[in-house]
């Protein structure tokens, strides 16, 4: 059973970059099944893709992010990052990361990040 | 693609039926279409996923069905732990989008 744990720092002053990290157990982020994506919900809203990365590095991107954002993925440790740059109180929200196959059958449990 | 999910809200007793409406605005072609079920301070679960095809674990009373630009969530016979937000999300292209949710409400 697939398990996905997220982390990074839960305060993030505005224009730094926020990082969060991923780490699968159960399965591997080299498995040719899946993108690895993240996903982002703000206080009281619902929820928004933010991108995808899969085993071979490709990624895709929500344009409403106007390239702020860096997905990754580091085989060795089983493991995918987001990066989002210039943050400002807008991109308060708790983040999660999830397995994508198309629809997202496994999620973290989420991660608060507050920016201020 | 993009998602619109009505009603916003659906006032409903326990034992009721609720019906959800996700409306995309182009085609989804292969049924490329998943339902989630979120409650207060827990991570989405997915229900459906291939528009009517229902998740591991998921009870019969949840049913879906749509094809296109129209799809639908049925919640026959609402238990108490229904009560709670739900999400339509398009994986038709390599960006995915969710709707706007439609919570369920006692």
């Known amino acids: 059973q697939v398990q996905l744990q997220e982390s990074g720092p839960g305060l993030v002053k505005p224009s730094e970059p926020l990082s969060l990290s991923c780490t699968v157990s159960g399965d591997s982020v080299s498995n040719v099944r899946y993108y690895w994506s993240w996903i982002r919900q703000s206080p009281g809203k619902g929820l928004e893709w933010i991108g995808n990365v899969y085993y071979s590095g490709s990624t895709n991107y929500n344009p409403s992010f106007k390239g702020r954002v860096t997905v990754s993925i580091d085989r060795s440790m089983n493991q995918f990052s987001l990066i989002l740059k210039s943050v400002t109180a807008a991109d308060t929200a708790v983040y999660y990361c999830?397995?994508?196959?198309?629809?997202?059958?496994?999620w973290g449990q989420g991660t608060l990040v507050t920016v201020s | 693609i993009v998602l619109t999910q009505s009603p916003g809200t659906l006032s409903l007793s326990p034992g009721d039926r609720a019906t959800l409406s996700c409306r995309a605005s182009e085609s989804i072609t292969s049924s490329h279409l998943a339902w989630y079920q979120q409650k207060p301070g827990q991570a989405p679960r997915l229900l459906i996923f291939a528009a009517s095809i229902r998740a591991t674990g998921i009870p019969d009373r949840f049913r879906a069905s749509g094809s296109g630009t129209d799809f639908t969530l049925t919640i026959n016979r609402l238990e108490p732990e229904d009560f709670a937000v739900y999400y339509c999300q398009q994986y038709h292209t390599s960006l995915r989008t969710f709707g706007q949710g439609t919570t369920v409400a006692i």
């Open positions: 999830a397995r994508d196959s198309g629809d997202l059958g496994s």
